[in-house]
Every structure is written in structure tokens, then in C-alpha cells.
């Protein structure tokens, strides 16, 4: 993706960080979270601007605050 958001990029950098903190795979993420594994792997290669739904979806799967998701 040629134009990726600015914001896109560190949001994706911050999801895998803190799915490898927790020994996370992305399909267990996927799990935890009610999302298809390919759309974590999206979301952290910053291919897929997500919906407030999922992100509220990912901090659960995470077990951590959604502004924790925009500490980058």
C-alpha cells in the first residue's frame, strides 16, 4: 500500500508489540479478539484501517485499555 496513513503504521507496530509481550500468535490474537487471523496481520503490516469496534475488539483480545492500543 503506497499512501499508508501515519497513523496506521505505529498502531501496527504497537498491536504485534504487544501481542509478542503476551506470547500471542495472530490466530490466537484472532481468537481472543472475535477477528479473522488474516485481518490482525493486516492491521500490523498497517494494510487495514480498522473500524472503533475492532479496536475495542483488540484491546479485549490484548486485556489492556484502548488507549494503551495509542501509546506509540
Given at each position: 500500500?503506497?499512501?499508508?496513513?501515519?497513523?496506521?503504521?505505529?498502531?501496527?507496530?504497537?498491536?504485534?508489540?504487544?501481542?509478542?509481550?503476551?506470547?500471542?500468535?495472530?490466530?490466537?490474537?484472532?481468537?481472543?479478539?472475535d477477528?479473522?487471523?488474516?485481518?490482525?496481520?493486516?492491521?500490523?503490516?498497517?494494510?487495514?484501517?480498522?473500524?472503533l469496534?475492532?479496536?475495542?475488539?483488540?484491546?479485549?483480545?490484548?486485556?489492556v485499555?484502548?488507549?494503551?492500543?495509542?501509546?506509540?
Amino acid at each position: 500500500m503506497k499512501n499508508k496513513s501515519n497513523i496506521l503504521i505505529p498502531f501496527g507496530k504497537n498491536i504485534s508489540k504487544l501481542r509478542k509481550a503476551r506470547n500471542l500468535s495472530q490466530e490466537s490474537l484472532a481468537q481472543k479478539s472475535d477477528l479473522h487471523r488474516t485481518h490482525i496481520g493486516m492491521i500490523e503490516r498497517a494494510e487495514r484501517n480498522i473500524t472503533l469496534s475492532n479496536i475495542e475488539k483488540l484491546a479485549n483480545g490484548l486485556e489492556v485499555n484502548i488507549d494503551e492500543l495509542f501509546r506509540f
